[in-house]
């Protein structure tokens, strides 16, 4: 069965500037660039989770403070 991705209502809809997450068969999160698909990072859901607490505190706000 195709892997269903999913990107932020934020990202841009033409699917050349997204970020997407998925989940695979066997539980654990994928994530990928939409410009790059074949470049896949696999992490738990723990992890994810984790990463995106950071992310709403905003821990890595530095990185696109240029964007």
């Keep these: 069965m195709p892997r269903h991705w999913q ?3 934020s990202s841009s809809q ?3 500037n997204s970020v997407e997450v998925s989940v695979n068969d066997r ?3 994928e994530v990928r ?4 698909p074949d470049s ?4 738990t859901p723990t992890k994810f989770a984790l990463w995106i ?8 706000d530095h ?5």
């Design 27 to 29: 539980g654990l999160i």
């Design 40 to 43: 896949v990072i696999v992490t």
């Design 7 to 9: 990107k932020s209502t």
């Design 63 to 67: 990185f696109a403070a240029n964007a």
């Design 14 to 16: 033409d699917g050349g």
């Design 53 to 60: 607490e950071g992310v709403k505190r905003g821990e890595f």
């Design 33 to 36: 660039e939409s410009a790059v």
